[in-house]
Protein backbone atom coordinates (compact mmCIF):
# COMPACT_ATOMS: atom_id res chain seq x y z
CA UNK A 1 0.00 0.00 0.00
CA UNK A 2 0.64 3.90 -0.16
CA UNK A 3 2.20 5.19 2.69
CA UNK A 4 0.15 7.52 4.83
CA UNK A 5 2.29 10.61 3.65
CA UNK A 6 1.27 9.77 -0.21
CA UNK A 7 -1.85 9.29 0.31
CA UNK A 8 -2.19 12.08 2.53
CA UNK A 9 -0.48 14.30 0.27
CA UNK A 10 -3.30 13.55 -2.70
CA UNK A 11 -5.84 15.62 -3.74
CA UNK A 12 -9.23 14.77 -2.70
CA UNK A 13 -11.60 14.56 -5.95
CA UNK A 14 -15.04 14.65 -4.28
CA UNK A 15 -16.80 15.47 -1.14
CA UNK A 16 -18.20 12.02 0.66
CA UNK A 17 -21.94 12.89 -0.10
CA UNK A 18 -21.54 14.23 -3.57
CA UNK A 19 -21.03 11.31 -5.19
CA UNK A 20 -23.83 9.94 -7.25
CA UNK A 21 -24.87 6.96 -9.88
CA UNK A 22 -22.89 8.95 -12.44
CA UNK A 23 -19.56 8.42 -11.05
CA UNK A 24 -19.49 4.46 -10.80
CA UNK A 25 -16.73 3.43 -11.78
CA UNK A 26 -14.81 6.14 -11.54
CA UNK A 27 -11.47 6.05 -8.74
CA UNK A 28 -12.36 8.73 -6.29
CA UNK A 29 -10.06 10.06 -3.25
CA UNK A 30 -12.35 10.83 -0.35
CA UNK A 31 -11.20 12.29 2.96
CA UNK A 32 -13.35 12.42 6.34
CA UNK A 33 -14.25 11.06 9.68
CA UNK A 34 -15.30 7.59 10.53
CA UNK A 35 -18.98 7.87 11.75
CA UNK A 36 -19.68 4.13 11.87
CA UNK A 37 -17.57 0.96 11.42
CA UNK A 38 -18.61 -2.56 11.36
CA UNK A 39 -17.82 -5.78 10.63
CA UNK A 40 -19.68 -8.10 8.64
CA UNK A 41 -18.13 -11.77 8.57
CA UNK A 42 -14.99 -10.19 7.43
CA UNK A 43 -15.78 -7.36 5.17
CA UNK A 44 -15.45 -4.02 6.81
CA UNK A 45 -17.80 -0.99 6.29
CA UNK A 46 -17.07 2.48 6.78
CA UNK A 47 -19.54 5.23 7.03
CA UNK A 48 -17.26 7.94 6.38
CA UNK A 49 -18.75 11.93 6.71
CA UNK A 50 -17.40 15.13 5.71
CA UNK A 51 -19.56 18.63 5.22
CA UNK A 52 -20.83 17.30 2.15
CA UNK A 53 -22.77 14.15 3.75
CA UNK A 54 -21.87 10.54 4.04
CA UNK A 55 -21.38 7.56 2.09
CA UNK A 56 -20.33 4.03 2.49
CA UNK A 57 -16.74 2.44 2.19
CA UNK A 58 -15.91 -1.14 2.00
CA UNK A 59 -13.10 -3.29 2.50
CA UNK A 60 -12.70 -6.59 1.82
CA UNK A 61 -9.97 -9.14 2.55
CA UNK A 62 -9.98 -10.88 -0.87
CA UNK A 63 -9.99 -7.49 -2.98
CA UNK A 64 -7.35 -5.27 -1.09
CA UNK A 65 -5.90 -7.12 1.83
CA UNK A 66 -3.77 -5.03 2.60
CA UNK A 67 -6.09 -1.88 3.25
CA UNK A 68 -8.25 -4.46 4.52
CA UNK A 69 -5.58 -5.05 7.50
CA UNK A 70 -4.73 -1.30 7.60
CA UNK A 71 -8.33 -0.52 8.76
CA UNK A 72 -8.47 -2.83 11.32
CA UNK A 73 -7.00 0.16 14.47
CA UNK A 74 -9.93 2.54 13.00
CA UNK A 75 -12.63 3.64 15.35
CA UNK A 76 -15.26 6.20 15.59
CA UNK A 77 -13.90 9.90 14.60
CA UNK A 78 -11.03 9.14 13.25
CA UNK A 79 -9.95 10.86 10.44
CA UNK A 80 -8.89 8.84 7.17
CA UNK A 81 -8.28 8.83 3.46
CA UNK A 82 -9.40 6.20 1.01
CA UNK A 83 -8.72 6.02 -2.86
CA UNK A 84 -11.19 3.68 -3.87
CA UNK A 85 -13.87 3.14 -6.94
CA UNK A 86 -17.22 4.01 -6.64
CA UNK A 87 -19.43 0.54 -7.19
CA UNK A 88 -23.41 0.18 -7.14
CA UNK A 89 -24.38 -1.20 -4.24
CA UNK A 90 -25.83 -5.06 -4.66
CA UNK A 91 -29.20 -5.56 -5.05
CA UNK A 92 -31.49 -5.05 -1.71
CA UNK A 93 -28.77 -3.33 0.00
CA UNK A 94 -29.65 0.35 -1.26
CA UNK A 95 -30.32 2.77 1.71
CA UNK A 96 -33.14 5.53 0.66
CA UNK A 97 -32.28 7.52 3.69
CA UNK A 98 -28.83 8.28 2.34
CA UNK A 99 -28.07 10.74 -0.48
CA UNK A 100 -25.78 8.29 -1.26
CA UNK A 101 -27.54 4.74 -0.74
CA UNK A 102 -27.18 3.45 -4.06
CA UNK A 103 -23.42 3.52 -4.32
CA UNK A 104 -20.43 2.73 -2.64
CA UNK A 105 -16.64 2.60 -2.33
CA UNK A 106 -14.74 -0.34 -2.76
CA UNK A 107 -11.74 0.67 -0.90
CA UNK A 108 -7.97 0.22 -2.47
CA UNK A 109 -6.11 2.19 -0.26
CA UNK A 110 -6.70 3.68 3.72
CA UNK A 111 -4.34 6.23 4.93
CA UNK A 112 -5.33 7.11 9.26
CA UNK A 113 -4.58 10.86 9.47
CA UNK A 114 -5.55 11.24 12.55
CA UNK A 115 -6.85 8.94 15.67
CA UNK A 116 -9.69 9.94 18.23
CA UNK A 117 -10.18 9.31 21.99
CA UNK A 118 -13.17 7.30 22.77
CA UNK A 119 -15.53 11.06 22.35
CA UNK A 120 -18.25 11.33 25.45
CA UNK A 121 -20.88 11.28 22.56
CA UNK A 122 -20.83 10.55 18.58
CA UNK A 123 -21.96 13.43 16.20
CA UNK A 124 -24.45 11.32 14.50
CA UNK A 125 -26.03 10.29 17.54
CA UNK A 126 -25.84 13.07 19.98
CA UNK A 127 -29.71 14.47 19.81
CA UNK A 128 -30.49 12.98 23.41
CA UNK A 129 -27.07 14.32 24.81
CA UNK A 130 -27.67 16.38 27.66
CA UNK A 131 -26.51 20.53 26.34
CA UNK A 132 -24.12 21.02 29.25
CA UNK A 133 -21.89 17.87 27.79
CA UNK A 134 -22.77 18.89 24.19
CA UNK A 135 -21.65 22.96 25.17
CA UNK A 136 -18.59 21.39 27.02
CA UNK A 137 -17.47 19.66 23.72
CA UNK A 138 -18.49 21.67 20.84
CA UNK A 139 -16.12 20.97 18.38
CA UNK A 140 -18.00 17.32 18.35
CA UNK A 141 -21.33 18.75 18.37
CA UNK A 142 -20.39 20.85 15.77
CA UNK A 143 -19.67 17.66 13.24
CA UNK A 144 -23.45 16.96 13.09
CA UNK A 145 -24.87 17.63 10.09
CA UNK A 146 -27.80 18.87 11.61
CA UNK A 147 -25.43 21.83 12.76
CA UNK A 148 -23.91 22.69 9.47
CA UNK A 149 -27.54 23.08 7.98
CA UNK A 150 -27.72 25.54 10.21
CA UNK A 151 -24.51 27.42 9.67
CA UNK A 152 -24.88 26.85 5.78
CA UNK A 153 -28.46 28.59 5.84
CA UNK A 154 -26.83 31.39 8.72
CA UNK A 155 -24.33 31.83 5.84
CA UNK A 156 -27.07 31.82 2.85
CA UNK A 157 -29.18 34.24 4.80
CA UNK A 158 -25.83 36.66 5.49
CA UNK A 159 -25.37 36.78 2.04
CA UNK A 160 -28.87 37.08 0.30
CA UNK A 161 -29.01 40.44 2.67
CA UNK A 162 -25.69 41.88 1.90
CA UNK A 163 -27.17 41.37 -2.36
CA UNK A 164 -30.74 42.91 -1.58
CA UNK A 165 -29.20 45.62 0.49
CA UNK A 166 -26.21 46.48 -2.01
CA UNK A 167 -29.27 46.15 -4.24
CA UNK A 168 -30.97 48.92 -2.67
CA UNK A 169 -27.94 51.33 -2.52
CA UNK A 170 -26.54 50.59 1.19
CA UNK A 171 -22.92 50.73 2.35
CA UNK A 172 -21.72 48.08 4.41
CA UNK A 173 -19.52 49.80 7.16
CA UNK A 174 -18.00 48.31 10.49
CA UNK A 175 -18.16 50.54 14.12
CA UNK A 176 -16.38 50.22 16.61
CA UNK A 177 -15.89 47.15 19.31
CA UNK A 178 -14.16 49.93 21.63
CA UNK A 179 -16.68 52.68 22.25
CA UNK A 180 -17.49 54.34 26.01
CA UNK A 181 -20.36 53.42 28.30
CA UNK A 182 -23.57 55.43 27.45
CA UNK A 183 -26.90 54.34 29.20
CA UNK A 184 -28.95 52.48 26.65
CA UNK A 185 -30.78 49.77 28.79
CA UNK A 186 -28.29 47.22 29.71
CA UNK A 187 -25.41 46.92 31.89
CA UNK A 188 -22.29 47.46 29.54
CA UNK A 189 -19.26 45.24 29.29
CA UNK A 190 -15.97 47.22 30.24
CA UNK A 191 -12.58 46.86 29.18
CA UNK A 192 -9.76 48.33 31.19
CA UNK A 193 -7.22 50.55 29.20
CA UNK A 194 -3.75 50.00 30.33
CA UNK A 195 -2.74 52.85 28.74
CA UNK A 196 -4.97 55.20 30.73
CA UNK A 197 -5.22 53.76 33.98
CA UNK A 198 -8.61 53.93 35.49
CA UNK A 199 -10.38 54.38 32.53
CA UNK A 200 -12.61 52.21 30.86
CA UNK A 201 -13.68 51.50 27.08
CA UNK A 202 -16.82 49.70 27.01
CA UNK A 203 -18.13 47.35 24.24
CA UNK A 204 -21.22 47.91 22.34
CA UNK A 205 -25.01 47.16 23.04
CA UNK A 206 -25.54 48.37 19.55
CA UNK A 207 -24.27 50.65 17.31
CA UNK A 208 -26.87 53.22 17.65
CA UNK A 209 -24.79 56.40 17.92
CA UNK A 210 -22.51 55.41 15.44
CA UNK A 211 -24.91 54.91 12.92
CA UNK A 212 -26.62 58.21 13.32
CA UNK A 213 -23.46 60.12 13.53
CA UNK A 214 -23.10 58.11 9.52
CA UNK A 215 -26.24 59.52 8.71
CA UNK A 216 -24.74 62.97 9.94
CA UNK A 217 -21.50 62.19 7.62
CA UNK A 218 -23.56 61.64 4.41
CA UNK A 219 -23.88 57.87 3.78
CA UNK A 220 -27.46 58.04 3.67
CA UNK A 221 -27.69 54.08 3.70
CA UNK A 222 -25.59 52.06 6.24
CA UNK A 223 -26.06 48.18 7.49
CA UNK A 224 -24.06 45.92 8.68
CA UNK A 225 -23.64 42.42 10.83
CA UNK A 226 -22.55 43.69 14.53
CA UNK A 227 -21.40 42.14 17.16
CA UNK A 228 -23.40 43.33 20.23
CA UNK A 229 -22.48 42.80 23.82
CA UNK A 230 -25.31 42.97 26.88
CA UNK A 231 -24.45 41.79 30.39
CA UNK A 232 -27.68 41.27 31.45
CA UNK A 233 -29.68 38.34 32.72
CA UNK A 234 -30.42 35.92 30.06
CA UNK A 235 -33.55 33.10 28.37
CA UNK A 236 -34.16 31.08 25.32
CA UNK A 237 -33.25 34.02 22.86
CA UNK A 238 -30.75 36.04 24.46
CA UNK A 239 -27.11 35.83 24.37
CA UNK A 240 -24.21 38.04 26.28
CA UNK A 241 -22.79 38.42 22.46
CA UNK A 242 -24.87 38.47 19.69
CA UNK A 243 -25.15 39.42 16.27
CA UNK A 244 -27.87 42.27 15.03
CA UNK A 245 -28.08 43.33 11.52
CA UNK A 246 -28.14 46.97 11.75
CA UNK A 247 -29.80 48.97 9.59
CA UNK A 248 -29.82 53.17 8.86
CA UNK A 249 -31.47 55.81 6.38
CA UNK A 250 -31.78 59.56 5.91
CA UNK A 251 -34.42 61.54 4.53
CA UNK A 252 -36.89 58.32 4.91
CA UNK A 253 -40.04 58.05 7.03
CA UNK A 254 -41.91 54.87 8.69
CA UNK A 255 -43.33 53.26 5.64
CA UNK A 256 -40.58 53.32 3.54
CA UNK A 257 -38.67 51.80 6.06
CA UNK A 258 -41.27 48.94 6.73
CA UNK A 259 -41.45 48.75 3.24
CA UNK A 260 -38.10 48.16 2.47
CA UNK A 261 -37.99 45.53 5.40
CA UNK A 262 -41.14 43.57 4.05
CA UNK A 263 -39.21 43.31 0.78
CA UNK A 264 -35.95 41.92 2.01
CA UNK A 265 -37.76 39.31 4.63
CA UNK A 266 -39.79 38.32 1.34
CA UNK A 267 -36.65 37.72 -0.72
CA UNK A 268 -34.84 36.25 2.51
CA UNK A 269 -37.90 33.84 2.90
CA UNK A 270 -38.27 32.87 -0.55
CA UNK A 271 -34.60 31.99 -0.92
CA UNK A 272 -34.27 30.30 1.83
CA UNK A 273 -37.64 28.29 2.77
CA UNK A 274 -39.39 28.55 -0.42
CA UNK A 275 -42.02 30.48 1.42
CA UNK A 276 -43.84 33.79 0.74
CA UNK A 277 -44.81 36.43 2.73
CA UNK A 278 -48.00 37.84 2.66
CA UNK A 279 -47.82 41.65 2.05
CA UNK A 280 -48.06 44.04 3.28
CA UNK A 281 -47.93 43.10 6.45
CA UNK A 282 -50.30 43.71 9.21
CA UNK A 283 -49.94 46.47 11.21
CA UNK A 284 -51.43 47.29 14.96
CA UNK A 285 -50.72 50.08 17.66
CA UNK A 286 -49.07 48.95 21.00
CA UNK A 287 -52.01 50.11 22.51
CA UNK A 288 -54.47 47.86 20.32
CA UNK A 289 -51.74 45.30 20.90
CA UNK A 290 -51.99 45.09 24.83
CA UNK A 291 -55.58 45.54 24.93
CA UNK A 292 -56.02 42.20 22.09
CA UNK A 293 -53.45 40.31 23.18
CA UNK A 294 -52.10 41.37 26.74
CA UNK A 295 -48.40 41.99 25.52
CA UNK A 296 -46.58 44.05 22.89
CA UNK A 297 -45.38 40.61 21.03
CA UNK A 298 -48.61 39.33 19.88
CA UNK A 299 -48.35 35.52 18.09
CA UNK A 300 -51.56 35.63 16.15
CA UNK A 301 -51.27 32.02 14.89
CA UNK A 302 -53.09 31.47 17.94
CA UNK A 303 -56.53 33.17 17.53
CA UNK A 304 -57.84 34.04 20.98
CA UNK A 305 -58.35 37.68 21.35
CA UNK A 306 -58.88 39.57 24.18
CA UNK A 307 -62.50 40.55 24.11
CA UNK A 308 -63.36 44.04 26.45
CA UNK A 309 -66.63 43.55 27.89
CA UNK A 310 -66.58 46.12 31.16
CA UNK A 311 -69.40 47.96 29.66
CA UNK A 312 -71.88 45.06 29.10
CA UNK A 313 -70.16 43.30 33.06
CA UNK A 314 -71.34 46.64 34.61
CA UNK A 315 -74.78 46.01 33.51
CA UNK A 316 -74.82 42.82 34.47
CA UNK A 317 -76.99 41.09 37.71
CA UNK A 318 -73.43 39.55 38.40
CA UNK A 319 -71.83 41.44 41.43
CA UNK A 320 -68.74 39.75 40.46
CA UNK A 321 -68.30 41.90 37.14
CA UNK A 322 -70.77 44.62 38.29
CA UNK A 323 -68.74 45.68 41.25
CA UNK A 324 -65.16 45.55 39.58
CA UNK A 325 -66.42 48.01 37.12
CA UNK A 326 -67.85 50.07 39.45
CA UNK A 327 -64.91 50.03 41.02
CA UNK A 328 -63.34 51.19 37.96
CA UNK A 329 -61.73 48.11 37.40
CA UNK A 330 -61.67 46.23 33.64
CA UNK A 331 -63.44 43.25 32.29
CA UNK A 332 -62.44 41.73 29.63
CA UNK A 333 -62.34 37.66 28.60
CA UNK A 334 -61.22 34.82 25.52
CA UNK A 335 -62.43 32.47 24.23
CA UNK A 336 -60.92 28.83 23.95
CA UNK A 337 -62.19 26.90 21.05
CA UNK A 338 -62.63 23.50 22.15
CA UNK A 339 -61.48 23.60 24.98
CA UNK A 340 -64.37 22.69 26.99
CA UNK A 341 -63.60 18.92 27.44
CA UNK A 342 -60.86 19.98 30.17
CA UNK A 343 -61.34 18.42 33.71
CA UNK A 344 -62.40 20.39 36.79
CA UNK A 345 -58.57 20.28 37.88
CA UNK A 346 -57.60 21.30 34.58
CA UNK A 347 -59.46 24.30 35.29
CA UNK A 348 -58.31 24.86 38.64
CA UNK A 349 -54.97 24.63 37.12
CA UNK A 350 -54.96 27.52 34.89
CA UNK A 351 -56.62 29.62 38.13
CA UNK A 352 -53.82 28.96 40.20
CA UNK A 353 -51.42 29.97 37.22
CA UNK A 354 -53.62 33.21 36.96
CA UNK A 355 -53.38 34.34 40.38
CA UNK A 356 -49.57 33.46 40.71
CA UNK A 357 -49.59 35.85 37.76
CA UNK A 358 -50.81 38.39 39.98
CA UNK A 359 -54.80 37.83 39.43
CA UNK A 360 -57.60 37.70 42.15
CA UNK A 361 -58.96 34.89 40.37
CA UNK A 362 -60.14 33.72 37.02
CA UNK A 363 -63.69 33.06 36.16
CA UNK A 364 -64.83 30.69 33.71
CA UNK A 365 -67.91 29.08 31.48
CA UNK A 366 -68.32 25.68 29.68
CA UNK A 367 -70.11 25.78 27.07
CA UNK A 368 -72.29 22.93 25.89
CA UNK A 369 -74.56 21.60 23.53
CA UNK A 370 -77.44 22.20 25.97
CA UNK A 371 -76.47 24.07 29.37
CA UNK A 372 -73.50 26.54 30.79
CA UNK A 373 -71.12 25.29 33.57
CA UNK A 374 -69.88 28.04 35.74
CA UNK A 375 -69.90 28.64 39.26
CA UNK A 376 -70.80 31.97 38.64
CA UNK A 377 -73.68 30.70 36.40
CA UNK A 378 -76.64 31.23 38.64
CA UNK A 379 -75.39 34.62 39.52
CA UNK A 380 -76.60 35.85 35.63
CA UNK A 381 -79.92 36.10 34.21
CA UNK A 382 -80.24 33.66 31.56
CA UNK A 383 -80.49 36.30 28.99
CA UNK A 384 -76.90 37.95 30.49
CA UNK A 385 -75.33 34.47 30.13
CA UNK A 386 -76.39 34.24 26.67
CA UNK A 387 -75.48 37.55 25.96
CA UNK A 388 -71.98 36.88 27.49
CA UNK A 389 -71.54 34.01 25.59
CA UNK A 390 -72.52 35.81 22.11
CA UNK A 391 -70.09 38.67 22.43
CA UNK A 392 -67.15 36.54 22.83
CA UNK A 393 -68.89 34.34 19.80
CA UNK A 394 -68.74 31.09 22.09
CA UNK A 395 -69.61 27.91 20.98
CA UNK A 396 -71.25 24.47 22.12
CA UNK A 397 -67.59 22.82 22.91
CA UNK A 398 -65.45 26.02 24.08
CA UNK A 399 -63.91 26.80 27.10
CA UNK A 400 -64.57 30.82 28.31
CA UNK A 401 -62.48 32.50 30.73
CA UNK A 402 -62.78 36.44 32.14
CA UNK A 403 -60.43 38.72 34.95
CA UNK A 404 -61.67 41.65 36.37
CA UNK A 405 -59.30 43.63 37.78
CA UNK A 406 -56.98 46.73 37.14
CA UNK A 407 -56.14 47.58 33.46
CA UNK A 408 -52.60 46.70 33.51
CA UNK A 409 -53.30 43.11 35.04
CA UNK A 410 -56.41 41.66 33.13
CA UNK A 411 -54.21 42.77 30.20
CA UNK A 412 -50.87 41.07 31.41
CA UNK A 413 -52.05 37.48 33.18
CA UNK A 414 -54.62 37.07 29.97
CA UNK A 415 -51.92 37.80 27.91
CA UNK A 416 -50.04 34.81 29.56
CA UNK A 417 -52.60 32.60 29.83
CA UNK A 418 -53.08 33.05 26.23
CA UNK A 419 -49.85 31.51 25.38
CA UNK A 420 -49.92 28.69 27.96
CA UNK A 421 -53.26 27.84 26.30
CA UNK A 422 -51.55 27.94 23.02
CA UNK A 423 -49.05 25.75 24.10
CA UNK A 424 -51.03 23.09 25.55
CA UNK A 425 -53.84 22.88 23.09
CA UNK A 426 -50.74 23.01 20.02
CA UNK A 427 -52.33 26.00 18.68
CA UNK A 428 -49.91 27.45 16.68
CA UNK A 429 -49.23 25.76 13.15
CA UNK A 430 -45.18 25.41 13.33
CA UNK A 431 -44.92 25.57 9.74
CA UNK A 432 -46.44 28.97 9.52
CA UNK A 433 -44.55 32.07 9.68
CA UNK A 434 -46.94 34.88 10.95
CA UNK A 435 -45.44 38.71 10.85
CA UNK A 436 -47.01 41.62 12.59
CA UNK A 437 -45.86 45.16 13.18
CA UNK A 438 -46.16 46.95 16.45
CA UNK A 439 -46.37 50.35 16.43
CA UNK A 440 -47.11 53.60 18.26
CA UNK A 441 -45.17 52.64 21.16
CA UNK A 442 -45.12 55.12 24.48
CA UNK A 443 -42.06 57.46 24.24
CA UNK A 444 -41.09 57.02 27.75
CA UNK A 445 -41.87 54.01 30.66
CA UNK A 446 -41.91 54.46 34.38
CA UNK A 447 -39.29 53.05 36.15
CA UNK A 448 -40.13 51.20 39.34
CA UNK A 449 -37.12 50.55 40.85
CA UNK A 450 -35.55 54.54 40.19
CA UNK A 451 -38.60 56.29 40.42
CA UNK A 452 -38.70 57.88 37.30
CA UNK A 453 -39.28 57.95 33.85
CA UNK A 454 -36.99 56.10 31.11
CA UNK A 455 -36.67 56.28 27.48
CA UNK A 456 -39.05 52.83 26.40
CA UNK A 457 -36.92 52.21 23.50
CA UNK A 458 -33.83 54.80 23.60
CA UNK A 459 -33.20 58.53 24.64
CA UNK A 460 -32.70 58.89 20.86
CA UNK A 461 -36.35 58.11 19.48
CA UNK A 462 -38.38 60.55 17.93
CA UNK A 463 -41.61 61.41 19.40
CA UNK A 464 -44.81 61.73 16.77
CA UNK A 465 -44.87 65.53 16.03
CA UNK A 466 -48.22 65.78 17.25
CA UNK A 467 -47.06 64.79 20.55
CA UNK A 468 -44.39 67.44 20.79
CA UNK A 469 -46.22 69.88 23.22
CA UNK A 470 -46.62 66.92 25.73
CA UNK A 471 -42.90 66.02 26.16
CA UNK A 472 -42.85 68.85 29.17
CA UNK A 473 -46.89 68.60 30.55
CA UNK A 474 -47.87 64.91 30.15
CA UNK A 475 -44.50 62.71 29.00
CA UNK A 476 -46.51 59.77 29.78
CA UNK A 477 -48.68 60.09 27.07
CA UNK A 478 -46.11 61.12 24.02
CA UNK A 479 -46.00 58.69 21.27
CA UNK A 480 -42.73 56.89 19.84
CA UNK A 481 -42.40 56.95 16.09
CA UNK A 482 -40.95 53.28 16.78
CA UNK A 483 -42.18 50.29 15.29
CA UNK A 484 -41.22 46.50 16.01
CA UNK A 485 -41.62 43.33 13.64
CA UNK A 486 -43.24 40.42 15.14
CA UNK A 487 -42.91 36.72 13.95
CA UNK A 488 -44.56 34.15 16.05
CA UNK A 489 -44.53 36.04 19.00
CA UNK A 490 -41.39 37.23 19.25
CA UNK A 491 -39.80 40.54 18.49
CA UNK A 492 -36.64 40.22 15.48
CA UNK A 493 -36.24 43.39 15.10
CA UNK A 494 -37.14 47.12 16.32
CA UNK A 495 -36.78 50.80 15.16
CA UNK A 496 -37.48 54.78 15.31
CA UNK A 497 -37.09 57.65 13.64
CA UNK A 498 -34.83 59.75 15.44
CA UNK A 499 -34.51 62.75 16.99
CA UNK A 500 -32.35 64.71 14.07
CA UNK A 501 -32.98 68.07 16.36
CA UNK A 502 -30.58 69.13 18.95
CA UNK A 503 -33.66 71.25 20.30
CA UNK A 504 -35.52 67.97 20.37
CA UNK A 505 -33.04 66.05 21.70
CA UNK A 506 -32.00 68.03 24.66
CA UNK A 507 -36.15 68.51 25.59
CA UNK A 508 -36.21 64.33 25.74
CA UNK A 509 -33.20 64.26 27.73
CA UNK A 510 -34.78 67.00 29.69
CA UNK A 511 -38.29 64.53 30.60
CA UNK A 512 -36.07 61.66 31.77
CA UNK A 513 -34.49 63.53 33.90
CA UNK A 514 -30.41 63.58 32.88
CA UNK A 515 -28.32 66.47 34.72
CA UNK A 516 -26.61 68.81 31.54
CA UNK A 517 -23.51 67.56 32.71
CA UNK A 518 -24.31 64.33 32.51
CA UNK A 519 -25.85 64.59 28.98
CA UNK A 520 -22.73 66.39 28.13
CA UNK A 521 -20.00 63.92 29.46
CA UNK A 522 -21.99 60.72 27.91
CA UNK A 523 -23.86 61.87 24.54
CA UNK A 524 -21.86 65.13 24.12
CA UNK A 525 -19.79 63.79 20.74
CA UNK A 526 -23.46 63.11 19.32
CA UNK A 527 -25.22 66.04 20.34
CA UNK A 528 -22.43 68.20 18.87
CA UNK A 529 -22.98 66.27 15.55
CA UNK A 530 -26.61 67.02 15.08
CA UNK A 531 -25.07 70.81 15.63
CA UNK A 532 -23.82 70.22 11.81
CA UNK A 533 -26.69 69.36 9.97
CA UNK A 534 -28.19 66.41 10.63
CA UNK A 535 -30.47 65.13 8.28
CA UNK A 536 -33.78 63.57 8.91
CA UNK A 537 -32.95 60.06 9.15
CA UNK A 538 -34.11 56.32 11.00
CA UNK A 539 -33.68 52.67 10.99
CA UNK A 540 -33.85 49.18 12.29
CA UNK A 541 -31.95 46.70 14.05
CA UNK A 542 -33.12 43.07 13.51
CA UNK A 543 -31.75 39.99 16.60
CA UNK A 544 -30.53 38.02 13.30
CA UNK A 545 -29.64 34.85 15.60
CA UNK A 546 -32.94 35.33 16.67
CA UNK A 547 -34.39 35.39 13.13
CA UNK A 548 -32.29 32.10 12.36
CA UNK A 549 -33.90 30.48 15.74
CA UNK A 550 -37.36 31.05 14.32
CA UNK A 551 -36.74 30.24 10.95
CA UNK A 552 -34.81 26.87 11.28
CA UNK A 553 -37.51 26.01 13.82
CA UNK A 554 -35.06 25.86 16.81
CA UNK A 555 -36.21 25.06 20.65
CA UNK A 556 -33.36 28.23 21.82
CA UNK A 557 -30.74 30.25 19.81
CA UNK A 558 -27.95 28.64 21.31
CA UNK A 559 -28.99 26.38 18.43
CA UNK A 560 -27.93 28.55 15.54
CA UNK A 561 -24.99 30.25 17.26
CA UNK A 562 -21.52 28.32 16.63
CA UNK A 563 -20.06 29.03 20.17
CA UNK A 564 -23.15 29.78 22.31
CA UNK A 565 -23.00 31.33 25.87
CA UNK A 566 -25.11 28.98 28.57
CA UNK A 567 -27.86 30.63 30.25
CA UNK A 568 -26.05 31.49 32.89
CA UNK A 569 -23.24 33.37 30.87
CA UNK A 570 -20.18 30.70 31.02
CA UNK A 571 -18.22 29.14 27.80
CA UNK A 572 -18.29 25.22 29.08
CA UNK A 573 -15.94 24.43 26.46
CA UNK A 574 -13.28 27.36 27.38
CA UNK A 575 -13.65 27.94 30.79
CA UNK A 576 -14.74 31.57 30.60
CA UNK A 577 -15.08 33.79 32.33
CA UNK A 578 -11.82 33.18 34.01
CA UNK A 579 -9.47 34.28 36.65
CA UNK A 580 -6.56 36.05 34.65
CA UNK A 581 -2.84 36.42 36.55
CA UNK A 582 -1.90 39.20 38.91
CA UNK A 583 0.45 40.42 36.70
CA UNK A 584 -2.22 41.38 34.18
CA UNK A 585 -3.64 43.33 36.93
CA UNK A 586 -1.46 45.14 37.74
CA UNK A 587 -0.68 46.33 34.39
CA UNK A 588 -4.06 47.49 34.41
CA UNK A 589 -4.06 49.18 37.78
CA UNK A 590 -7.00 47.00 39.00
CA UNK A 591 -7.27 45.45 42.11
CA UNK A 592 -9.63 42.43 43.04
CA UNK A 593 -11.89 43.02 45.97
CA UNK A 594 -13.91 39.59 45.69
CA UNK A 595 -12.37 36.90 47.95
CA UNK A 596 -13.21 33.47 46.85
CA UNK A 597 -14.39 30.63 49.26
CA UNK A 598 -14.34 27.11 48.42
CA UNK A 599 -16.29 26.07 45.72
CA UNK A 600 -15.93 29.16 44.12
CA UNK A 601 -15.75 28.96 40.40
Not at 166 to 175: D, I, Y
Not at 197 to 211: E, M, T, V
Not at 259 to 288: H, S
Request: hydrophobic share 40%; proline share 6%; aromatic share 8%.
Amino acid sequence: MEDEKTLAATRRTHGCGQLTVDQIGQDVVLMGWVQRRRDHGGVIFLDLRDRSGLVQAVLSPDRQPEAFEDSQGVRHEYVVAIRGQVSRRPEGTVNPHMSTGEIEILVGEIAILNTSKTPPFYPGEAMDVDEAIRLRYRYLDLRRPEMWEVFTYRHRASLAIREFLSSKGFLEVETPMLTRSTPEGARDYLVPSRIYPGYFFALPQSPQLFKQILMVAGFERYFQFARCFRDEDLRADRQPEFTQLDMEMSFIGEDEIMELTEEMLAVLFEKLLGKEIPRPVIRMTYRDAMAGYGCDKPDLRLGMKITDITEFAGKTSCQVFSGAVQRGEVVRGIRVPGAGSLSRREVDELAKLATGWGAKGLAWFILGESEIRSPLAKLFQNEELQELVARLDGLPGDLLLFMADREPVVSSVLGQLRLELGKRFKMADPDRFSFVWITDFPLFEYNDTEKRLEAMHHPFTAPRSEDLPLLETAPDQVRARAYDIILNGTEIGGGSIRNHRRDVQDRLFNAIGLAPEEIDQKFGFLLDALDYGAPPHGGIAFGFDRMMMLMLQKETIRDVIAFPKTQSSTCLMTGAPAPVAPKQLEELKIACTLRKKNGDR
